[in-house]
């Protein structure tokens, strides 16, 4: 491969050079996929913040969302913003930063340093593409698991996050019950419903009817699909809001204009603000990355790994819980919150079950929210209190 | 202009020459359009079924929807299966053809033979595309009132139509209150929501990110922004249904396979339908024809034209009216038709509303509804009634 071409974006660069800590297993640890196959060399890109107390006992992994990535709380590399969680995540805040050892990796198969389609593979010299196998919420939980035992940690205080992160946070509760004191799925569901399914698909069909995809090859061959990405992420965009968060924000409100153009142009704000999203989304993630998340979430059904039964994913776990659901998420919304309460009442598990309420949908878990933030920090304050952690500074 | 491409479908060969009655009108009577311009010529395609009386007292108008035509009740020239609105109007259907003379007009903009953007545009030889100025659902209504004043009828006995077919019925009534003795808008808005208008943005984005849409000439250039316009068709699918419709009807169940196959192909079902439903939107509607419906939508706030006042917009009207919307309708939710009765009650119109119970979603207006068959025909019989017309037949 030659020099990288002028269309190659920030997040492309990332990709094999991630301004991050980075973890690298050999061929003598390759990574059991459920594709069937193993996966090396595998490469983990991550970050964290605070430190690792001398018993090791306050690590706390956050799971990304989709789009999300590692750069939780600094500036992002790539596009110059504060991190994704600075809500969150911090000195003083809920996730504190001064108690706990905060870890968040990007996921496998993304597109921010972890071996993903847009790594290079060494097999080819050439970045991977489709030849990457597609990625399961449970492959991508084996490699961080992967990282936890590189960083020598064997038991994680908490693991939190929203939307596609909280799907990794089920996982990681199912497959390593042991090794998750508490857990804080947000905004998430045990299995992804026909109609997110539906919009996945609406989002990859844009992506790959552009001809710039070039089945998959297009880093290769200089160029991007970025008008198919840009379309994928408008759709899905509209999906993270609310129709009264777009009502309250835009209505029907025209974009520095006086009256309608009679044209195509983005005469309405909300127009405007879409494309505005379309455009900023690809100068930052990578078209077949989106395409291997977009498939991972639609795959997961958690049940279905337990014959069919949700609280047998959970029958080994004495991780204590808070699941957290927003009312006027649609995407996720509380049904699919409540599933997961009851699966663990029926399990006898330890849980607690807050619907905020809110207008924002489904971005709301990365958004202003102090109901979210009191929640969530009573229930890890006394989480940390269980597990004999001290206790915050008091401010 | 050579002969037609290979690549034009059956929609494209209908928009010069439909299979339909033609009311032709020349530079004598131009179309004056909001965008400010008159259109001419103009042609309208348009179907009728029974018979008008000596009195022209039982005209009834049905106005279509987005994508749909003026064929609706007889088979389909293009996709050969039958009217998209038979389980409402027939021989002792609530729209009785035995009773009422009906008629259905494709809609401006159209492209089933009414004058839109696949017709051919007289003064180049070559289809209007872009060419063609916008139009507004007030510049359909006022089409249609050519042809109804063509047909030699004063007063419609009753307008009816669903979604946008529901905004004309509205239109209808505010640009001709003494031309519409009853009108049934069923599951529709007097103005499009922001969430709406952002997907028809999305929708278009897809569209016009085809390279083969060639800023609109594709017809004059041979090809077709096919795998744009699917895109936008299943995006937009999405939305005609309901999530629980998804989820009765292919929850996550696999497409012809035991197991998933760890790639792009449509593994689930719903996949499989939401393409099937973009690959055969393509073989029957014209892109450029589906920008301007979407648009048109998206400029509809019939409120807007009259002061802000949605009663003023009723002001003059005697008309009897009908609204119905779907309980699991979150495209044109109940909020949106209370929002029109509360403008009705304020004028005191004769009212009535019915919120059908129903899982299936905005669609459900095309669809076996019998609580809709019971509400419409009960208030047209009563409408028939009242404007003299003789009784249905006893069957």
New interface residues.
């Given amino acids: 491969m030659g020099g990288p071409a002028p269309n190659l974006n920030g997040s492309t660069l990332e990709a094999d050079a991630p301004s991050s800590l980075v973890a690298r297993f050999g061929p003598d640890r390759p990574l059991r996929l459920?594709?069937?196959v193993g996966l090396t060399p595998l490469t983990i890109a991550y970050q964290t913040y605070g430190a690792l107390n001398p018993a090791k006992s306050n690590a706390f992994l956050i799971c990304h969302a989709l789009t999300g990535d590692q750069h939780v709380a600094n500036r992002n590399p790539v596009t110059g913003k504060s991190g994704w969680w600075e809500t969150m995540v911090g000195p003083g805040k809920p996730i504190d930063t001064e108690r706990f050892f905060v870890i968040c990796a990007n996921v496998l198969g993304g597109c921010m340093g972890t071996t993903g389609p847009a790594s290079t593979n060494p097999a080819t010299g050439k970045p991977y593409g489709?030849d990457l196998?597609?990625v399961t919420i449970a492959d991508m939980v084996r490699a961080q698991a992967m990282l936890i035992d590189h960083l020598g940690i064997e038991t994680l205080f908490c693991v939190a996050g929203g939307s596609m992160g909280g799907m990794q946070v089920l996982q990681w509760v199912a497959s390593y019950p042991d090794r998750v004191f508490s857990a804080l799925p947000i905004a998430t569901a045990a299995?992804?419903?026909?109609?997110n399914?539906?919009?996945h698909?609406?989002g990859?069909?844009?992506i790959?009817?552009?001809?710039d995809w070039r089945d998959g090859r297009y880093l290769a061959e200089g160029v991007s699909p970025s008008?198919?990405l840009?379309?994928a992420r408008?759709?899905a965009h509209?999906t993270y809001?609310s129709?009264n968060a777009?009502?309250r924000?835009?209505?029907?409100k025209l974009q520095d204009r006086a009256a309608?153009t009679?044209?195509?142009d983005?005469?309405?704000q909300?127009?405007s603000y879409?494309?505005h999203q379309?455009a900023t989304f690809v100068e930052r993630f990578d078209p077949n990355s989106y395409?291997f998340m977009t498939?991972a979430m639609?795959?997961f059904?958690l049940a279905a790994d337990y014959g069919g039964s949700l609280p047998g994913a959970f029958k080994d776990a004495k991780t204590r819980f808070c699941v957290v659901s927003f009312t006027s998420d649609?995407l996720f919304p509380t049904a699919d919150s409540r599933a997961i309460v009851h699966a663990l009442n029926a399990t006898g598990a330890s849980v607690s079950f807050v619907e905020v309420e809110t207008d924002k949908g489904h971005d709301a878990f990365l958004l202003d929210e102090p109901d979210l933030f009191a929640a969530t920090r009573g229930f890890i304050d006394a989480a940390a209190r269980a597990r004999g952690l001290r206790p915050a500074r008091s401010r």
Same sequence: chains 1, 2.
Avoid: N, T
């Fill in positions: 459920d594709a069937g489709l196998p597609l299995r992804h419903s026909s109609q399914i539906a919009f698909e609406v990859r069909q844009a790959m009817a552009d001809p008008k198919g840009a379309v408008m759709a509209i809001l129709e777009l009502h924000k835009f209505g029907r309608r009679f044209s195509f983005a005469d309405f909300v127009e879409l494309r379309g395409l498939r639609d795959y059904d649609w």
